[in-house]
């Protein structure tokens, strides 16, 4: 007798469109990111996402559009050590992240920000050290859930949390 499985949806991939920063309203209670800032998190996990430090630079950390929270720096590194630290073991959760990421990668995770609301919510939005422009968002750890690659710049892929709803 043959089993029936359910068809596994295919979603076809919109192509990544970078946010114009033009666009993005800054805090009303905006930090300052200074530089050295910058660069000792450079210095911690490599260069930089492109765009990112523009971005941190012009905006800083904050919550935007509801549905984004860009981490200060010092918080940024915590949730790395965390992240870093449950993916390892929970790799699995994700049912893409051996495609997307080799062997031992998943100890390069960086943590930018994090989903704060809509389908991201509780996810994070991560670069890997070493390959600024593989930036990936990892919904909320769940099985069968699947991690977005969201390159190649910051502004690509912060793009979506910014879309309108239709």
Not at 23 to 49: N, Q
Not at 69 to 98: C, D, M, Q
Not at 113 to 118: D, K, L, Q, S
Request: glycine fraction near 8%; include cysteine; aromatic fraction near 10%.
């Amino acid at each position: 007798m043959a089993t029936l499985r359910k068809a596994k949806k295919t979603r076809k991939a919109k192509p990544l469109v970078a946010i114009d920063f033009a666009v993005i309203d800054a805090p009303a209670k905006r930090v300052v990111v200074e530089e050295s800032e910058l660069d000792a998190l450079e210095k911690a996990y490599g260069e930089l996402p492109p765009r990112y430090r523009e971005f941190m630079s012009r905006f800083g950390p904050a919550e935007y559009f509801r549905t984004l929270y860009v981490h200060p720096l010092a918080r940024a590194r915590k949730t790395t050590e965390e992240l870093r630290s449950f993916f390892a073991s929970n790799i699995g959760l994700w049912e893409n992240a051996s495609r997307l990421l080799a062997k031992g990668e998943e100890t390069k995770l960086v943590v930018l920000g994090n989903g704060v609301a809509g389908p991201m919510n509780g996810g994070w939005l991560v670069f890997v050290s070493g390959s600024p422009e593989r930036l990936l968002v990892l919904p909320r750890p769940q099985i069968g859930c699947e991690i977005v690659e969201a390159g190649p710049t910051f502004a690509h892929a912060i793009a979506p949390f910014f879309e309108e709803d239709d």
